[in-house]
């Protein structure tokens, strides 16, 4: 299938919560792309940006109005490819369960637990569509995981390498019973829409790296009796800063 874009792709972003739109991309243009899985979760914006030929795309839209468990992961992941994107980072706003991933910590994770339920997580559910096995025994793409480590070194940032993300169907936020339940099971962090976005890339053979920020510790794993939405959008913001000039320390293709 041919791309689209008349240049190519050097890195495509997928934004989270707090991040709606990349700031420093220049030379912008808009594009809204009918896929066959249905509408993305708005238009993808393709500039420049440090050198590199940057795509973003809104997870959740523009204006935070797509739920996590109602994205069109299909059609974010299919119309970034049909862009020509080669690359993906995903950036996630995440609860941390691990005592040293607390508010505000950015983590780099190489593993996860899939625990959402009715979601449409292949390109195969579509009659007569190829029946893909992929083989997801590790789910981030190591070379672009290593790369954005490499990058958080050369800009001084300070990241962690490595965790378990399990992703929840939310919207809401789990109880200390279910956050109990995941560390036990060896997840390390937890957030919403981790999946099926990993597993769809894989299936377009894209490279795929989650930047996880942390915005708060999980049910039961902080001090707080309670977590406050004010608070994590707080710490979300604060991480949320940093990824522009992590990213801009990423290697062209």
Same mark, same amino acid.
């Given at each position: 299938m041919p791309h689209l874009e008349s240049k #190519?792709? /050097?890195? %495509? !972003? &997928? $934004? =989270? #919560? =707090? +991040?709606y739109a990349f700031p420093g991309l220049e030379n912008t243009t808009r594009h809204a792309l009918d896929t066959p899985f249905g509408a993305a979760s708005g238009d993808v914006v393709i =500039? /420049?940006? %440090? $050198?590199?030929?940057v795509a973003f795309l809104a997870r959740h839209g523009e204006s935070h109005s797509v739920p996590p468990h109602r994205v069109n992961y299909r059609a974010n992941l299919w119309a970034l490819h049909r862009l020509g994107a080669h690359r993906v980072i995903g950036v996630n706003a995440v609860g941390g369960i691990r005592s040293d991933m607390g508010p505000r910590v950015i983590v780099v994770p190489d593993q996860l637990i899939d625990y *959402? @339920? =009715?979601r449409l997580t292949s390109f195969c559910d579509v009659d007569g569509a190829e029946v893909? @096995? &992929?083989d997801f025994s590790e789910p981030y793409t190591e070379a672009l995981r290593q790369q954005l480590l490499a990058a958080a070194r050369t800009a001084g940032i300070a990241v962690i390498d490595g965790g378990c993300y399990g992703a929840t169907q939310g919207p809401r936020l789990e109880t200390r019973a279910e956050i109990a339940r995941m560390k036990r099971d060896g997840c390390d962090l937890v957030g919403m829409t981790g999946m099926p976005e990993a597993a769809l890339a894989r299936e377009l053979s894209? /490279?795929? %790296?989650? +930047? %996880?920020? !942390?915005?708060?510790?999980?049910a039961g794993c902080g001090d707080e009796a309670e977590i406050s939405i004010e608070e994590?959008?707080? @710490? +979300?913001?604060?991480? *949320?800063?940093? !990824?522009p000039r992590l990213l801009a320390a990423m290697p062209q293709t």
């Open positions: #190519s792709i /050097d890195l %495509a !972003v &997928i $934004g =989270g #919560s =707090g +991040l =500039g /420049d940006f %440090a $050198g590199m030929r *959402t @339920h =009715g893909k @096995h &992929i894209l /490279d795929y %790296a989650c +930047l %996880a920020l !942390v915005a708060n510790f999980a994590i959008f707080a @710490h +979300l913001a604060a991480a *949320t800063a940093e !990824v």
